[in-house]
Antibody, heavy 120, light 108 residues
Framework: EVQLVQSGAEVKKPGESLKISCQGS????????IGWVRQMPGKGLEWVGI????????RYSPSSQGHVTMSVDYSISTAYLQWNNLRASDTATYYC?????????????WGQGTMVTVSS | EILMTQSPATLSVSPGERVTLSCRAS??????LAWYQQRPGQAPRLLIY???TRAPGIPARFSGSGSGTEFTLTISSLQSEDFALYYC??????????FGQGTKLEIK
């Protein structure tokens, strides 16, 4: 079974650092893009970015560029999303999702989400 | 950045009815359009990609159509489990691959 399993909920203070994870299984992790989607409380989906595990090629949304960093450790089939300076506005649920259908950039496999709360 | 606009924001319908959701792109996205369903407390689920191709396991009552900048998702006969949020997404050319703001299907 193809699945993505994300790390657990986090509570942080503004200015702190955080790295959340997403482990893939059931498919060739290095062969497909994996990305992140943000959902602020009660709001819609926001595309954060994607990374290609084989060579760490990354594409960020303009609003995320410079504030978050995507990375992978393909030896353990895991993708990461990292912040070095959290803001209260980063409070959201973050989904990782993979693109395993060739010829599209639609996310067809989703993780369960990681809730991040940033509050003083 | 391509802006995706969905309408209406909320749609009140009865089980068994046929419903059509709309999505408009600020510029042509060719065939690079997907639809997702999100039930309360769950992760989104891919329904349709490439305008009209159903993802594996998606019932035939879901269908997508459109071209260029105007797209629709049709649910032919609403089931109780279909009352949820629906998002369109474009993935044309360069990122960001933006989502619409969503349409909520609620029970009338």
């Amino acid at each position: 079974e193809v699945q993505l399993v994300q790390s657990g909920a986090e509570v942080k203070k503004p200015g702190e650092s955080l790295k959340i994870s997403c482990q893939g299984s059931g498919y060739r992790f290095t062969g497909y893009w994996i990305g992140w989607v943000r959902q602020m409380p009660g709001k819609g989906l926001e595309w954060v970015g994607i990374i290609y595990p084989a060579d760490s090629d990354t594409r960020y949304s303009p609003s995320s560029q410079g504030h978050v960093t995507m990375s992978v450790d393909y030896s353990i089939s895991t993708a990461y999303l990292q912040w070095n300076n959290l803001r209260a506005s980063d409070t959201a649920t973050y989904y990782c999702a993979a693109i395993t259908v060739h010829g599209t950039y639609a996310f067809n496999v989703w993780g369960q989400g990681t809730m991040v709360t940033v509050s003083s | 950045e391509i802006l995706m606009t969905q309408s209406p924001a909320t749609l009140s319908v009865s089980p068994g009815e046929r419903v059509t959701l709309s999505c408009r792109a600020s510029e042509s996205v060719s065939r690079n359009l997907a639809w997702y369903q999100q039930r309360p407390g769950q992760a989104p689920r891919l329904l349709i990609y490439g305008i009209s191709t159903r993802a594996p396991g998606i019932p035939a009552r879901f269908s997508g159509s459109g071209s260029g900048t105007e797209f629709t998702l049709t649910i032919s006969s609403l089931q109780s489990e279909d009352f949820a949020l629906y998002y369109c997404q474009q993935y044309n050319n360069r990122p960001p691959y933006t989502f619409g703001q969503g349409t909520k299907l609620e029970i009338k």
